[in-house]
């Protein structure tokens, strides 16, 4: 069996490496230009070629969003930047217009053709006819059963490639075809700025009592009818493997390098356990909850979701950890690390250490350094290099977190 691809998110030149360092097989990413997440930083040129390069050099994929929903006015200059996304040898590009499609088989014909998602494509003829006007692989729609996807699979062309989201935010409409942020806000998701009234706090009012609000349901919250949970099938990569998809998508091109790091690490981990014979291990899944995320639900994978989908009392995300500090040196003979704060840490605290090839493990800040070496008690200042006293090897890209209080 075909081990499927790990692919990740990146919404910046640091997300992107630290997804590639943490085990992706690809990462997907946006240039300036016709992405689809606004909120993201994205990549300007010299970013996208560098991103490419990086990947390439550690033997992952480069996939770049060219995913609007297309009105005349995108089409301005598309057929340069197509051509520039070419010569700097990106994988593949994701699309979800045929017309931007069309550009992309012009333009950029070594690159492959990814159909984004946001084309919606929720049975086997539909994924046939894109794969005849040059599609090589489709983002089915995440509103498929494990039964349907398994159809799609079963009927596609042999050299179509199927894609499916494992983990993230799921949206109230079809796989991001939502009109409330345009029509309340003015912000269009379908053009990379969604608000996301979905996870906003709704009552009623009637006509005559304007100013008369009253909770959908009896909570002192309120109610978040749109709200839905977080998407996670890591402890059903299993009935994936079973049906053939071949790449395992992550959400979150506008979640932390943390995240990224955290949700990477278990996935390929996981997958790696399940490849070789081995059974899953419940260890992942409590390292992914370490990451900032919602409560979890599988989707539409085993049905429809109405029972366990949605989140009606908070829109908030359960932070338990805190990601403070990144890892940007070691000496062995000094044994001090050096440490890119992330957030506020002290001498006492007692800390949680990982890394992409190691467990986590346990350690008590007892010694610390300023760029100085000057001794200090505590590292308030996000950004501050600091050097730690670690009798434990470490290396480039470990992260260090604290539970919160």
């Known amino acids: 069996m075909k081990r499927p691809e790990i692919l990740a998110p990146a919404g910046n030149l640091e997300k992107l490496k630290m997804s590639v360092e943490y085990g992706a097989d690809a990462v997907y990413f946006a240039g300036s230009q016709l992405g689809l997440r606004a909120g993201a930083q994205n990549f300007d040129r010299d970013d996208l070629k560098e991103a490419i390069d990086y990947c390439h050099q550690h033997g992952v994929k480069a996939y770049i969003t060219v995913n609007i929903i297309a009105h005349d006015k995108h089409f301005q200059g598309i057929e340069e930047y197509i051509q520039f996304l070419e010569s700097i040898h990106v ?72 894609e499916s989201f494992v983990h993230g935010a799921m949206c109230i409409s079809y796989s991001g075809r939502c009109l409330l942020s345009s029509f309340m806000t003015n912000r269009h998701s379908n053009l990379g700025d969604c608000s996301h009234p979905c996870r906003w706090n709704y009552s009623v009012v009637e006509e005559k009592r304007p100013n008369e609000y009253y909770p959908v349901m009896e909570d002192e919250n309120g109610t978040f009818i749109y709200n839905s949970k977080d998407l996670c099938m890591i ?63 599988t989707g539409f994978y085993y049905g429809d979701p109405k029972e366990d989908g949605q989140l009606y009392t908070s829109s908030s995300y359960i932070r338990e950890y805190d990601f403070i500090g990144l890892v940007k040196d070691y000496d062995p003979n000094t044994e001090m690390a050096t440490v890119e704060q992330r957030n506020k840490f002290s001498i006492g605290d007692e800390i949680e250490v990982f890394g992409p090839d190691i467990r986590h493990f346990d350690y008590q800040i007892k010694e610390m350094y300023n760029e100085k070496s000057e001794s200090v008690e505590s590292a308030p200042h996000p950004q501050e290099i600091i050097q730690i006293k670690m009798d434990k090897p470490i290396k480039p890209w470990y992260i260090l977190r604290k539970k919160r209080v």
């Open 235 to 297: 402890n059903n990569l299993q009935d994936l493997l079973d049906v053939g998809v071949d790449s395992f998508k992550i959400e979150g091109r506008m979640k932390s390098s943390y995240y990224n790091a955290t949700v990477v690490r278990s996935y390929k981990n996981a997958l790696m356990d399940l490849m070789e014979g081995k059974p899953f291990d419940p260890y992942w899944y409590e390292e992914i909850k370490k990451a900032s995320h919602r409560d979890f639900t």
């Open 91 to 162: 994988d593949a590009i994701i699309v979800s217009d045929p017309g931007v499609l069309l550009q992309v088989k012009e333009h950029a014909p070594n690159a492959e053709i990814h159909l984004s998602t946001q084309a919606n494509t929720t049975n086997y003829q539909t994924a046939n006819f894109w794969h005849e006007i040059g599609a090589d692989r489709i983002v089915l729609a995440r509103e498929l059963t494990l039964e349907e996807i398994k159809s799609v699979i079963q009927h596609k062309k042999d050299t179509l490639k199927i």
